[in-house]
T-cell receptor, first 112, second 112 residues
Framework: GAGVSQTPSNKVTEKGKYVELRCDPISGHTALYWYRQSLGQGPEFLIY????????DSGLPNDRFFAVRPEGSVSTLKIQRTERGDSAVYLC??????????FGQGTRLTVV | QKEVEQDPGPLSVPEGAIVSLNCTYS??????FMWYRQYSRKGPELLMY????GNKEDGRFTAQVDKSSKYISLFIRDSQPSDSATYLCAMSLTGTASKLTFGTGTRLQVTL
């Protein structure tokens, strides 16, 4: 499809486990964003890629969170030693220059 | 104080009413302003996108930006039950190396 695709749509994991969340942006979009949204809150910025490099990772909450975008297209958000507080919807968006940013449907992560 | 402030609501209006949704912000360097609609358990969907000050109209939706007051608005005319959703404002600095900063979202309910 032409939109931003995120997989999986839902992920349940045990506390302490490692998870990977995938984002497939709109073709040709060089900018890619990861956000986290808790219930009743607006999306909270995590990290922004321009091409392959992380232009701004100031929103990553701690060193358990890491993201990559090795070929400037698909991105993976990696969370180590998951905690219950990591439970949220993780959203990915892509943007082609100074234009609109389009979001995927999100991955709902539940840490039990 | 958050960079972007938005009344969380909920806001309940009868079908056919004019709805006014607002955000205030503190960073005068913001140049791009967006409104997203988010249905329950879905990703944000872009509604309106404006650059700098002024008005923009698209069907039943009008977006206004007043940079002198650091205040943006979204008006919905002839509101419909299908407009019931959470409305998120978002804004960014100029240039491609800029993240989106969101408000908390306003939950809107349009009743029959």
């Amino acid at each position: 499809g032409a939109g931003v695709s995120q997989t999986p749509s839902n992920k349940v994991t045990e506390k302490g486990k490692y998870v990977e969340l995938r984002c497939d942006p709109i073709s040709g979009h060089t900018a890619l964003y990861w956000y986290r949204q808790s219930l009743g809150q607006g999306p909270e910025f995590l990290i922004y890629f321009q091409g392959t490099g992380a232009a701004d990772d100031s929103g990553l909450p701690n060193d358990r969170f890491f993201a990559v975008r090795p070929e400037g297209s698909v991105s993976t958000l990696k969370i180590q030693r998951t905690e219950r507080g990591d439970s949220a919807v993780y959203l990915c968006a892509s943007r082609g220059g100074d234009t609109e940013a389009f979001f995927g449907q999100g991955t709902r992560l539940t840490v039990v | 104080q958050k960079e972007v402030e938005q009344d969380p609501g909920p806001l309940s209006v009868p079908e056919g009413a004019i709805v006014s949704l607002n955000c205030t912000y503190s960073n005068s360097a913001f140049q791009y302003f967006m409104w997203y609609r988010q249905y329950s358990r879905k990703g944000p969907e872009l509604l309106m996108y404006t650059y700098s000050s002024g008005n923009k109209e698209d069907g039943r939706f009008t977006a206004q930006v007043d940079k002198s007051s650091k205040y943006i608005s979204l008006f919905i005319r002839d509101s419909q039950p299908s407009d019931s959703a959470t409305y998120l404002c978002a804004m960014s600095l100029t240039g491609t190396a800029s993240k989106l900063t969101f408000g908390t979202g306003t939950r809107l309910q349009v009743t029959l």
